[in-house]
């Protein structure tokens, strides 16, 4: 395997891609007393039309990734979830919109583990019965959803910035899509999607790298073949498509989500964009930022708040979120210091202090062995190397952040997300 | 990974996780106090008001601005409920000396903003500025009203209410919104000069640098805390529930009903010596993937979307939790209470023991990974006078017989059933 020194982060991985295209990073950490291991293929909520294997276009249900997620612990000799708990680890596993991924950890049985987390993701097993019963279990998890007020501000978000990007579903479907899925759509899309070649296998601790790759090629089919082509719509415009959205829950005080629509980074710049669209959100929406303390002092905002960049295969968007009694006013007053910051060009003091603290974060975060074997998966899939970011950090200047700002927070790329307490 | 600990005055004491695995430091201050329903508020307002400004700092964006100096340190300050106390904090998390990008030292500058934001708040005519206090009463009663959002916790809350309503443990850690609306800078001012004086201190450092090091550090940048103090520390165990199992219901418009239930554990808590065989037992019961409730009355029965069980080992409680349909409550809460007496009767196999021992080992050992879980369980720990270290509680749960588990779960008794239930029509 080849081994990739950080030597300033005092990281290191080690890399290796198997015959079948699989790719695999091991993060070393002899001092850690669990392991984790992450085994991810890049198929999400997003992906309902791909091309089959005959050539021909093939619509999906929505929610069909996340059915299959559910599913996939299903094997001819019962649930892989119950096998591996009685090992005493805790297996798990998310859907997001471009991503489905599985993970344990363990403070023993690593081998036998990572065996069962393989085997289990790789080797489908679907029945009518299993397929049917899981129809219950997962519309009592969607309506769960449907409940839950930040969702439905996010998603109602979603749906008014995006007109065709299938980004603006949810990603568990509705209870009337997943009514369609049967055994045999969960099988066509486990074979178009769940390739060793469109997969990555993350695993960090106190573990030896060769074993994770040895057990690999053991356990995995050995041949070479590439994920199906996907379709995510008819390109976007910049613009949203609606501007505002409300409806009424029972919440205390309205909750909104306001969205930026960016424009998706060029391949190999994902890294880079998001780094870069933190840092203009830190300068906007973070605790020392001069715009979020006028509104908290104005009580137009309180701690609840906060904001992320989001990107997947042909979308790139801004989320900040939080309660407020005038909703609207917070994003007149967005947009207006972004535009004055655009104009008048941000403090290089603030600039430097941000991007320093950002710095930190990221490596404070590295502690967790959770979020760096996700984060080195998905930097994959993009085609990066995540732990470069101390130097795509040197490279990023105020300047581009002024672009940033003049580009994206305009009233037309703008949506306004409010779930407001019932009368 | 060293532990060490010292007392630095009476009801003063450090305790410091000296290992080089993190690549962060981890310092806290907590100052322990007697959670009551007339003290409460002021508990959870004064952390609030800290942060929005020291006599350096004295605005939010300023305090903020300082912790982004020293590579983004999450300077944070807030209110955590420990059994029947109430504790107030500055944690502090900060990138080790090592991966600084000129070097420089990060604890002791770390260590002096805490401080500073802990013991030197910014103020106006000798107390708190009114406009602070104003706005983050406002904002702390907006919060306790927004504990319903999250209809998962609110079951759980209000079943607590119920069930404990004559106890402290029910008293709300962030007190009432009434009172923090109604809250002055003076009344205020008054409860943080008494809670300095008076609380039990506890200081908590997890990290590189040597016990020499942040003693120092500490005894430098706390200064005025380090003076003798006598607060208690009691939570009230009740082993047993005070009459016949009782059901609350509450009606809101919601798709999806929560039905939440809590046993008494008959005063087994984590000092006593059969704790690690009801660690075992809820991991069993309820508290895994492998759990009889998990396995049976979700994946089986698919009565619910979630029905999981956890503990409260300071308290001696059992909670159940659980997402259902409106027309399954009964039969949910009938197939929740037959798995329980199946563990009572001792249904259940060798693997199953196994795996629910292996599991609660996993976990316990899994939080030496975490720094913050390592300064909550530590924390727990100090102020229990639980002396029990992690291994220890690890080899006492590989060792639990089925015999014990039995013993456990007969001695769990139910006391009240919540239900959250849709509004007609």
């Known amino acids: 395997m080849d081994k990739l020194e950080y030597t300033a982060l005092g990281q290191t991985v080690y890399h290796c891609v198997l015959p079948n295209g699989l790719n695999i990073y091991v ?131 979603l749906e008014a910035m995006y007109v065709n990007h299938p980004v603006r579903g949810r990603v568990a479907g509705t209870v009337e899509s997943i009514s369609h899925i049967t055994a045999d759509t969960l099988y066509q899309c486990h074979k178009a999607f769940y390739r060793p070649g469109n997969m990555v296998l993350c695993a960090a601790g106190n573990i030896d790298p060769q074993r994770v790759a040895d057990i690999a090629r053991e356990v995995l089919p050995g041949s070479q073949t590439s994920a199906a082509e996907t379709d995510h719509g008819r390109p976007e415009r910049p613009e ?20 930026l629509k960016g424009t998706p980074a060029a391949r190999g710049e994902g890294l880079r964009q998001r780094l870069l669209a933190e840092l203009t959100c830190d300068v906007l929406f973070s605790p020392s930022a001069p715009l979020y ?32 009694r005038d909703p609207e006013r917070v994003r007149r007053e967005v947009l207006a210091e972004a535009a004055r910051l655009a104009a008048e060009g941000i403090d290089q003091e603030l600039w430097d202090r941000l991007k320093k603290a950002a710095y930190g974060t990221m490596v ?52 306004l997300s409010v779930i407001a307490p019932e009368e | ?172 850690k962030l007190g009432d919104g009434e009172t923090a609306r109604a809250m002055t800078a003076e009344r205020l001012w008054d409860a943080y000069r008494s809670l300095l004086s008076g609380a039990k201190v506890i200081f908590y450092y997890g990290g590189a640098a040597s016990v020499e090091r942040v003693e120092d550090a500490v005894r430098r940048s706390f200064a005025p805390l380090l003076t003798g103090r006598t607060a208690p ?42 704790y690690p065989a ?43 939790s659980s997402g259902v349909e409106f027309s399954q409550f009964d039969r949910a809460q009938e197939a929740i209470l037959a798995q329980l007496e199946a563990v009572r009767k001792g249904e259940f196999t060798l693997d199953e023991l196994t795996a629910a021992g292996r599991t609660v080992a996993n976990s316990l050992r899994s939080r030496l990974d975490s720094q913050s879980q390592l300064e909550d369980d530590q924390l727990t720990r100090l102020l229990f006078h639980c002396d029990r270290e992690g291994e220890d509680l690890i080899r006492a749960v590989e060792t639990v017989t089925a015999d014990q588990v039995v013993e456990a779960a007969g001695k769990l008794k139910l006391d009240t059933v919540y239900r959250l239930t849709g509004k007609e029509g």
């Open chain 1, 293 to 324: 303390n006028r509104l908290y002092e104005q009580g137009l905002l309180n701690s609840s708040f906060g904001s992320f960049y989001s990107d997947g295969p042909g979308c790139a968007f801004i989320v900040a979120e939080g309660e407020s």
């Open chain 2, 1 to 172: 990974m060293q532990q060490h600990w010292k007392r630095l005055a009476d009801g003063v004491e450090l305790s410091v996780t000296q290992t080089d695995k993190f690549k962060t430091g981890l310092l806290a201050a907590t100052l322990t106090i007697p959670l009551r329903a007339d003290t409460a508020t002021f508990g959870a307002l004064i952390p609030e008001v800290l942060y929005r400004g020291s006599g350096h700092y004295p605005d939010m964006g300023k305090l903020s601005s300082a912790a982004d100096a020293l590579y983004g340190a999450s300077l944070s300050t807030g209110v955590r409920q420990r059994g029947e106390s109430q504790c107030v904090s500055v944690l502090c998390g900060f990138i080790d000396d090592r991966y600084a990008l000129d070097g420089s030292a990060v604890l002791e500058p770390a260590a002096a903003l805490m401080g500073e934001a802990l013991l030197n708040p910014a103020t106006r005519n000798g107390i708190f500025r009114e406009e602070y206090v104003e706005s983050e009463g406002a904002n702390l009663a907006d919060r306790i009203q927004a504990r319903m959002n999250d209809k998962r916790s609110w079951a759980i809350f209000r079943l607590i209410q119920e069930m404990c309503g004559r106890e402290a443990y029910a008293v709300d």
């Open chain 2, 278 to 320: 009801l660690l075992v037992c809820n991991a069993l019961y309820g508290g895994s993937a492998n759990s009889k409730l998990f396995v049976n009355v979700r994946e089986k029965m698919s009565l619910c979307y979630y029905a999981s069980s956890m503990l409260d080992k300071i308290k001696g409680l059992m909670v159940v």
């Open chain 1, 364 to 415: 404070r975060r590295l502690n967790s062995m959770e979020d760096t074997c996700i984060e080195l998966a998905e930097a994959h899939f993009d085609g990066e190397d995540y732990l470069s970011f101390p130097q795509v950090f040197q490279s990023i200047e105020r300047g581009h952040g002024e672009a940033l700002l003049r580009a994206w927070f305009v009233e037309e790329r703008c949506a």
């Open chain 2, 233 to 274: 520390v009691d939570c009230l165990v009740t082993p047993e529930p005070q009459g016949p199992a009782r059901t609350v219901t509450d009606a809101m418009d919601v798709t999806q009903g929560k039905l939440a239930m809590g046993f008494r554990t008959g005063g087994v808590t984590m000092g006593s010596g059969d």
């Open chain 1, 27 to 157: 993060d070393v950490r002899p001092e850690y007393g669990k392991q984790f291991a992450f085994f991810a293929t890049r198929y999400g909520g997003m992906d309902l039309r791909f091309r089959g294997e005959d050539g021909d276009w093939l619509d999906t249900p929505a929610g069909v990734a996340h059915f299959l997620e559910h599913k996939t612990f299903d094997t001819e000799d019962g649930n892989a979830l119950q096998r591996m708990a009685a090992h005493g680890v805790d297996p798990n596993a998310f859907t997001s919109a471009s991503m489905t991924g599985y993970y344990f950890d363990g403070v023993e049985g690593f081998e036998d583990n990572l065996r069962t987390l393989l085997s289990f993701v790789s080797v489908p097993w679907f029945t009518p019965e299993s397929v049917d019963k899981e129809q219950g279990i997962i519309a009592q998890e969607i309506r769960m959803g449907e409940d839950d007020p930040n969702d439905e501000a996010y998603y109602r978000l």
């Open chain 1, 240 to 259: 949203v498509g609606e501007k505002f959205t409300r409806r009424t829950m029972p919440v205390s005080i309205p909750l909104f989500t306001l969205g």
